[in-house]
């Protein structure tokens, strides 16, 4: 089992940064990359980016690119999101999530492991 434990959620003004944590543990050499997801109110899980333990390959949903970055720290086993210029529309749940091979792709239903989610708001 890996477990995932997201931190650095919060409120910011629209324009402002926050920087999210995902923490891995557990059987975290079974996985292969970790992508970053939110859900707003009432809307579908949304892919945001992804990235791998290894390399540097990163994938961004068209919405965040230029705007967000995904970076790792192997030795502590945790991957970050940092989010600039954050807009009211960035409002959500943001999970990380781990899969098991090295496709590095959008679809939830192919992370195996999941953080119970942190809440970031973005006022106007």
């Known amino acids: 089992q890996v477990q995932l434990v997201e931190s650095g959620g919060g409120l910011v003004q629209a324009g402002g940064s926050l920087r999210l944590s995902c923490a891995a543990s557990?059987?975290?050499?079974?996985?292969?990359?970790l992508g970053w997801f939110r859900q707003a109110p009432g809307k579908e899980r949304e892919f945001v980016g992804a990235i791998r333990w290894s390399g540097s390959n990163t994938n961004y949903a068209d919405s965040v690119k230029g705007r967000f970055t995904i970076s790792r720290d192997n030795a502590k086993a945790t991957v970050y999101l940092q989010m600039n210029s954050l807009k009211p529309e960035d409002t959500a749940v943001y999970f990380c999530?781990?899969?098991?091979?090295?496709?590095?792709?959008?679809?939830?239903?192919?992370?195996?492991?999941w953080g119970q989610g942190t809440q970031v708001t973005v006022s106007s």
């Open positions: 999530a781990a899969r098991t091979d090295y496709r590095l792709g959008p679809n939830p239903p192919e992370y195996e492991y």
């Open positions: 557990g059987r975290t050499f079974s996985t292969y990359g």
